[in-house]
Nanobody
């Protein structure tokens, strides 16, 4: 199983980025998938998952998760980015509900938001 996260980069505050997580080695539409992020010195934080409309307050109304089953890819559309969104973003997959303890993780992609 491989999860390949991409799309990170440097963006100014107020800008947008779209992250991608390409998946291979599992039946994509049978798995829950989600995004997490980890800022320096902080714990890994849940950002959202495909099988839920819940987003934490820190990203609600700015981040949206979607998936393309035909491409076995999950996306994280981020808008109105803030410096506090700076982190390494990870995607994860789970046969049931994706959590911090899920078995399958991507390598992470760095997002840096400048003020």
């Amino acid at each position: 199983v491989q999860l390949q996260a991409s799309g990170g980069g440097l963006v100014q505050a107020g800008g947008s980025l779209r992250l991608s997580c390409a998946v291979s080695g599992l039946t994509f539409n049978m798995y829950d998938m989600g995004w997490f992020r980890q800022a320096p010195g902080k714990e890994r934080e849940f950002v959202g998952r495909i099988r839920s409309t819940y987003y934490p307050d820190s990203v609600r109304d700015r981040f949206t998760i979607s998936r393309d089953n035909a491409k076995s890819t999950m996306y994280l559309q981020m808008s109105n980015l803030k410096p506090e969104d700076t982190a390494v973003y990870y995607c994860a997959a789970d046969r049931s509900r994706v959590t911090i303890r899920s078995a399958y993780w991507g390598q992470g992609t760095q997002v840096t938001v400048s003020s």
